[in-house]
């Protein structure tokens, strides 16, 4: 089973987008790309929702069903381990193998020195070809990424172990993620994880590394752009010499996980890829969830009235909401405006303020990332939510295709 050169991975909280997202993919593809669609939902988001993994597979094909798609689309099991994956086997059949966990756990001794042995022949001046300038690698260098990664490429190979023998080898897509840590990995690191895992017989086709810079939910990059290009070219021209060098699957290629919203950094994305005719996963998560709200704040009535209560909850329970999230998400509190101001709020002064039109006089990312950690309270509201988006389904479709067409889309590939 092979990927495709171009996925998008579209995360849908409460399973109810899968037509609008996919609309919004079928119009790009109409320009002649071939984006594959990926549903994919983490452990975490079906706890808060109360979901179970066989939904996601249902919405997809039910969504593939209603359009007539006839490419390739996916379901992700999103940051598995082996203590998660089991209740997604059967449904899904892209897995993301996250060992971030793993990162800085201790190796044996002897794990290492057989790992630093095996890269003899990187020792010296590392030419990794199109990158411009030698990457010096010394014997305490490759000691020191076997302590920092060895374990985590272990565990990455008892996963996909486990789901070779529980689906059958060449039954699914296998992503291995390392994102979600604080440093971010250098290309050289990069270059010897990627010799760990093949090592370790892990046929990964997408890697989520963790790059320089933020990446916070629902919002812009922040960080130093110049700096991402930079590594990111060099990611790119080290995966390709990786899967050369050490035989991993041709189509490998950089998974950008939080990246909807990255709008700032989606042409030199968009650029590098092109430069080098290379393929790219981006995860775009919990934005659809926010067009959501904001397709209930236009229709008004009562669907106004529970955009407002979703904000207003999640203004009083901020520091819990926040809580699993903070390290991918910064609120100034003195810029989320108070309950009574929003109160007064037509349903344009809230979605302007909640959509991601970067320049909008009224567009508020403090709020923006309230609300998208504030999915749990939709949660609690059960069916009082989701009948709003049954009711008002057109609107928040459109909100949802022309959020994933128009400013993610277009930007990622130049539509
Ligand atoms: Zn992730």
Redo the contacts with the bound molecule.
């Keep these: 089973m092979k990927l495709g050169k171009y996925s998008l991975g579209i995360g849908d909280r409460f399973s109810h987008q899968g037509v609008a997202q996919l609309r919004a993919i079928v119009r790009a593809n109409q320009t002649g790309l071939d984006i594959s669609p990926v549903w994919n939902k ?1 452990n975490r988001e079906h706890m808060y929702v109360h979901s179970h993994p066989a939904d996601v597979r249902v919405e997809a094909d039910a969504a593939v069903a209603t359009l007539g798609f006839s490419g390739k689309y996916f379901v992700d099991a ?2 598995i381990n082996l203590g998660t994956v089991a209740p997604f086997v059967e449904t899904a059949d892209f897995f ?1 193998l ?1 060992v971030a966990s793993f990162i800085g756990k201790e190796s044996p001794e002897s794990e290492v020195n057989a790992f630093v042995a095996s890269c003899s022949k990187y020792i010296g001046n590392l030419t990794i070809p199109g990158i411009d300038h030698t990457i010096p690698v010394t014997e305490e260098l490759l000691e020191k990424l076997a302590f920092q990664f060895l374990a985590a490429a272990r565990q990455a190979g008892e996963i996909y172990n486990y789901l070779k023998v529980a689906k059958g080898e060449g039954n699914f897509i296998t992503e291995v ?1 390392m ?2 840590v604080e440093t971010p990995q250098t290309p050289v690191e990069l270059f010897f994880i990627l010799k760990m895992l093949a090592d370790k017989g892990v046929p990964a086709q997408t890697i ?1 590394p963790k790059f320089t810079g933020r990446f916070n939910k629902g919002v812009d990059y922040t960080g130093n752009v110049d700096q991402f290009a930079i590594e990111f070219e060099e990611d790119v021209l080290v995966i390709d010499y990786a899967v050369k060098e050490f035989g991993l699957p041709e189509e490998l290629k950089l ?1 950008v ?2 990246g909807s919203d990255k709008f700032s950094i989606y042409p030199v994305m968009a650029q590098i890829i092109r430069k080098y005719d290379k393929g790219l996963h981006v ?1 775009t ?1 919990g934005t659809t969830w926010l067009e959501e709200v904001i397709g209930l704040a236009l229709a008004g009535g009562e669907a106004l009235v529970a955009a407002k209560f979703i904000y207003s909850s999640a203004l009083g329970r901020k520091e819990e909401l926040c809580a699993p999230y903070a390290d991918v998400i910064d609120i100034d509190d003195s810029k989320l405006p108070s309950i009574s101001e929003v109160s007064g709020w037509t349903g344009e002064k809230f979605a302007n303020s909640l959509r991601h039109i970067p320049g909008h006089p009224d567009y508020n990312p403090n709020l923006r990332q309230l609300i998208h950690v504030g999915y749990k309270i939709a949660s609690e509201m059960g069916t009082s939510y989701t009948d709003l988006l049954k009711k008002h389904a057109d609107l928040v479709g459109q909100c949802v295709e022309e959020n994933i067409y128009d400013r993610h889309l277009k930007r990622l590939f130049n539509l």
Excluded: F, I
Aim: no cysteine.
């Design positions: 983490s999103d940051h993301t996250d993620s994102d979600e989520a998974s996980h939080s995860k998560a």
